[in-house]
């Protein structure tokens, strides 16, 4: 083990351990005052916004000195707006029901056993997650409502926007009379850190990846404490043969240009050929004022071909596509485009392609958006609206801690409840339990 070794997996075990305090202290609070400490921490984050930004902007320098993807400084940047956007976000979970102590299910047995099902903290949990500072409060103030603690390892490459968020709240905390170590940050500086997090069994409840897809298999395929998978975004949007056309180019375009940096952004459009000859010409005219490039198949470059001949479009707007465009997760002004037969040609691109995110169906036909619905299985299924709708806040769980791609325990966008487990509660009045039978472990 080198000293670097070393020292990441003492500074990881000690901070986990002091977590695993800090959660102890949290998981019996009211939800009064995790609420007033939600608030004071909101607050907070508004009045150090030009600290914050300032911080940010070193982030900013260095990705642009590095080169780096304008998709992703978009995500890494914070200004006094987005900083007010977290804090709202912050009071909208401060103003949710507390999952806490819900009863989940409850009955009295034959026997006058009265048993309840109620929801309690996982624990600690911890985060890793790419070049999103939001998600360092995001995270922070749905582990805080649901009764967890939190530790936190972003990447480098927002270290000091990190820093500053974690600063700003943890003050906060000890001003509003809360354990500070509720919220940790994790060096950044090398990998070991990440390694020895996802070690941490016994210390941290569950592990919860955001990025991109080599940061996510890495994590899911080497921790040894249980991870809940989130998953890469290839989003996809059908348009049907008896779509609504004006309808379907308006949800395509804030489908992929509204922010195409995120993951619930359409990587691919599927427009049946029916209609594709009509549709196409508008969608590629409306995507090129977007910016938006188009990989198409042969269908869609004939379909442009006619169009830049017709003077209904430009050159350059359409390139060819190649096999891997439909696996991709472009993250920028890129979207893959194929013309597809019907309904379940569509729908079997979509089995064979997509990561399970989000896919959305534009159609005026109740009877096929049912068959869409049940055919495709992802975690978000949109009838006639865009896929940009697949995020805790559109779908009023306040913020969101990740959107998960796998079945057990979550999936979707997680909010407070999906940051909970049960325990039974068993209430008697001198209850025991007879001979025979056969034990269940």
């Excluded at 509003?176 to 020895?196: N, T």
């Excluded at 978000?380 to 779908?395: C, I, L």
């Excluded at 979550?410 to 509660?425: F, H, I, N, Q, W």
């Amino acid at each position: 083990m080198t000293s670097e070794q070393a020292i990441d997996r003492t500074s990881v075990t000690a901070a986990a351990r002091r977590a695993r305090t800090a959660a102890e202290a949290l998981a019996p609070l009211p939800r009064s005052v995790k609420d007033a400490a939600l608030q004071v921490i909101a607050d907070a984050l508004v009045a150090a916004t030009e600290a914050i930004v300032a911080a940010n902007a070193e982030d900013v320098r260095r990705a642009r000195e590095a080169g780096t993807a304008e998709s992703v400084i978009d995500r890494l940047t914070l200004d006094a707006g987005r900083i007010a956007g977290i804090a709202s976000d912050i009071r909208d979970v401060a103003d949710l029901p507390d999952p806490v102590g819900e009863v989940v299910r409850g009955s009295t047995l034959p026997n006058g056993l009265e048993l309840r099902q109620i929801r309690v903290p996982l624990g600690v949990v911890g985060i890793v997650y790419e070049a999103r500072p939001n998600v360092t409060v995001d995270a922070a103030a749905l582990c805080l409502k649901s009764g967890n603690a939190v530790l936190l390892r972003g990447s480098s490459s927002a270290a000091a926007s990190n820093r500053a968020l974690v600063e700003v709240m943890r003050g906060a905390l000890a001003e509003a009379g809360l354990p500070e170590d509720a919220v940790q940050l994790l060096s950044s500086e090398s990998r070991e850190s990440v390694k020895e997090l996802m070690r941490a069994r016994g210390l941290v409840d569950v592990l919860i990846p955001r990025g991109g897809a080599s940061l996510i298999r890495a994590v899911v395929e080497e921790s040894t404490v249980p991870v809940i998978e989130t998953g890469v975004g290839n989003c996809h949007v059908y348009v049907d043969a008896e779509a609504d056309l004006a309808m379907a180019v308006d949800i395509l375009v804030n489908s992929k240009a509204q922010r195409p940096s995120v993951c619930n952004a359409a990587e691919t459009v599927l427009v049946h050929e029916a209609v594709a000859a009509d549709f196409l010409p508008m969608a590629l005219a409306a995507l090129a004022e977007a910016g938006v490039t188009v990989h198409g198949d042969e269908a869609t470059q004939r379909i442009a071909a006619r169009a830049v001949g017709e003077g209904a479009l430009r050159e350059g707007v359409v390139v060819p596509a190649v096999a891997e465009d439909w696996d991709t997760e472009y993250l920028s002004y890129d979207i893959a485009a194929a013309v597809v037969p019907s309904l379940d040609a569509a729908v079997a691109h979509i089995r064979r392609h997509s990561s399970g995110h989000t896919e959305a169906i534009v159609t005026r036909s109740l009877r096929r958006s049912r068959r869409f619905v049940q055919a495709v299985d992802s975690t978000a299924v949109m009838v006639n609206a865009s896929t940009r709708f697949t995020d805790g806040g559109q779908f009023g769980f306040g913020a969101e801690i990740g959107i998960s791609t796998q079945k057990l325990h979550a999936r979707g966008p997680m909010g407070l409840p999906e940051l909970t487990s049960t325990k039974y509660v068993v209430t008697g009045d001198g209850h025991v339990r007879g001979g025979g039978g056969v034990t269940s472990c």
